[in-house]
């Protein structure tokens, strides 16, 4: 998988919730963040709100891959049987 400049080559059906969610943070990150900290535009503010969607964008990609385990793979916890 890769994100191209142009446009967005990801086949889902092959990568998981988090492989994905971590490829478009990194997009994001080198498009727009790392510019702007760059040329200073960023505010220590702004850099911590986005360290904290950031988290929160993980959370969201963990739950989702749990789901695409469970839901799509019949990949069972280990004490789901418990």
Known sequence: ???????LNI???SE???VIMD???GAISEILMLPAM??????EED???LTLVGEVLKTIAKK???YEDVYEKGILPQNSQN
Not at 2 to 7: L, N, S, V
Not at 38 to 43: C, E, K, M, R, W
Request: glycine share 4%; hydrophobic share 40%; aromatic share 0%.
């Open 1 to 7: 998988m890769r994100i191209e400049k142009d446009h």
């Open 11 to 13: 086949d889902d059906s």
């Open 16 to 18: 998981g919730a988090e």
């Open 23 to 25: 490829a478009c943070m």
């Open 38 to 43: 760059d040329d200073n535009l960023l505010t």
């Open 47 to 49: 850099a911590n709100v």
């Open 64 to 66: 989702a891959q749990a």
